[in-house]
């Protein structure tokens, strides 16, 4: 639900009933099975995928494109910069124009939130938002909520911590409206000037002080930092914040014995996490990857087949 109206596609956590995410990570067990065994399939034969990236992608925009091949669809991928875009055209008109080519379902990644809220209400087909500003990133929530529950067998009473650059996540607050919607128990930790003012408002516990924030959690999950999104410095030195809020392997001792270690990526390596715990055995980062091809094909199925209504 968006505000009351159904949306056809997904695009976000916000308004996502705990129901629906359950039926996806379901139906992702069944799609990682597909992948793990290399199998093609014909669910989505003559469907047609489109990518529309505003902003840089490796990870999201090439497992949709993997996710939709390996159910057997077409998948086009518009490269903005090369686009009608450069001329002017805008987002409404681009993807109006894209959609009279005759596709089954728009992928978005833009810079401003509620674009894929706009593009929603203007065309026909499911549109799924790939990341929109600092909003919402809800494939990478869902990934990340199957990778604890392959990991840890269950979501409810889960005790998960964030730590970063909260203010500009959009993988934070999916994360936040995701797994508290799932009943897990949600911990952020961050410098105070990255930090939303209305984080305590989301049902979170909010810590400043990473050693006190990380004691007994299941999961931490590192962010990265969003240069690219602040105009000036929100904090004294990268290496200040990484003496205070990187995840090294003395601290991880200091969370539960079998805790497991998250990144959305990409990372930068040595800031927010070193190598060693990158790599660790804690480390399940680049399962996150496979997962997230398995959550996406999930998506595609489900929701080009018209079986869910967020
Ligand atoms: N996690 C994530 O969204 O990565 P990309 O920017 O590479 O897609």
């Known amino acids: 639900m968006r505000g009351g109206k159904m949306a056809r596609g997904l695009l976000g956590l916000r308004f996502v009933s705990k129901e629906t995410i359950a039926k996806i990570l379901e139906e992702a067990k069944e799609m990682k099975k597909i992948l793990v065994e290399r199998r093609n399939e014909n669910i989505l034969s003559g469907k ?95 990934l990340d909520m199957f990778t604890m529950l392959e990991k840890r067998g269950r979501l409810e009473g889960l005790r998960v911590l964030i730590v970063g650059d909260i203010y500009h996540s959009r993988v934070a607050r999916s994360n936040i409206w995701g797994l508290s919607k799932m009943g897990a128990e949600v911990r952020v930790c961050g410098p105070s000037t990255l930090m939303p003012s209305e984080v305590g408002k989301l049902g979170v516990k909010v810590y400043y002080k990473l050693d006190e924030a990380i004691r007994d959690v299941d999961v931490v999950m590192a962010l990265r930092i969003q240069m690219e999104r602040q105009k000036s410095g929100l ?56 997962n997230g091809v398995a959550i996406r094909m999930a998506l595609l199925k489900l929701l080009i087949r018209g079986e869910i209504l967020s």
């Open 48 to 142: 047609t995928v489109v990518t529309l990236f505003y902003e840089p992608s490796t990870r999201t925009r090439v497992s949709f494109e993997k996710a939709a091949k390996v159910l057997g669809a077409n998948t086009i991928n518009i490269e903005t910069a090369t686009s009608s875009v450069l001329k002017g055209e805008s987002l409404v008109d681009t993807a109006r124009t894209i959609e009279r080519m005759g596709i089954d379902l728009l992928v978005l990644r833009h810079s401003i939130v509620g674009s894929p809220q706009i593009l929603d209400r203007e065309l026909k087909v499911p549109v799924v938002n790939a990341g929109d500003g600092i909003n919402e990133h809800p494939t990478q929530a869902l």
């Open 235 to 290: 904090f004294p030195s990268i290496r200040e914040f990484t003496n205070l809020y990187g995840i090294n392997k003395d601290r991880l001792k200091l969370a539960k014995e079998d805790v497991i270690l998250m990144h959305p990526g990409p990372m930068n390596r040595g800031i927010e996490v070193d190598t060693d715990s990158a790599y660790c055995d804690s480390s399940v980062i680049e399962e996150q990857v496979t």
